[in-house]
């Protein structure tokens, strides 16, 4: 290269026009940053080799195939999470499944101790999948003393379940 035309001159020439070449493929505003710099670097260790007309191209392809790279290695790095989470997912799952299957046996523990008429409109609602008002009408009470059996049922399980889990 000639002695004319040093690196500081390549820096402040390019710096800019390199970033914003770099941030059209990398949203990272910091990994653009590097991205230049590592291309500036590129050109710092070969900087007797590299003609003056062709250092801008140098250094625009230098900082396209960091940005590839960089996008390749996050997309490698995406596939791996996904990878690991495909396999560790049934165990993941397993382990949610188990504390459902808990709660779920607790909780028809809870209600099947559970007196008419509370017990009652607890199973119609949950394990027959009725609306309040369906069972008001079917069991010939009012719509607001099925919210109040539905409240002290809640209560009544919330009970169990600390009393057992307590145990």
């Known amino acids: 290269m000639d002695e004319n035309f040093d690196f500081e001159q390549i820096f402040k020439a390019y710096y800019t026009q390199l970033y914003c070449f770099a941030k059209q493929m990398i949203i990272d505003e910091q990994e653009c940053h590097d991205i230049v710099c590592e291309a500036y670097e590129d050109v710092w260790r070969n900087i007797s080799t590299i003609r003056k007309e062709t250092v801008k191209a140098y250094l625009y392809a230098c900082v396209r195939n960091k940005s ?56 119609a609602c949950f394990i027959d999948g009725k609306k309040y008002a ?28 600390q009393k057992r889990l307590k145990s």
């Open 134 to 161: 369906e069972i008001a009408q079917e069991m010939g009470i009012s719509l607001s003393l099925v919210k109040k059996y539905m409240v002290k049922a809640m209560a009544n399980i919330r009970e169990n379940i």
């Open 68 to 123: 590839i790279n960089r996008l390749r290695h996050r997309n490698t790095h995406r596939q791996y999470l996904e990878y690991c989470k495909k396999m560790t997912d049934p165990y993941a799952h397993n382990d949610e499944l188990n504390e459902r299957l808990e709660r779920e046996r607790l909780i028809n523990e809870a209600v099947e101790t559970m007196k008419p008429p509370i017990g009652d409109v607890l199973r």
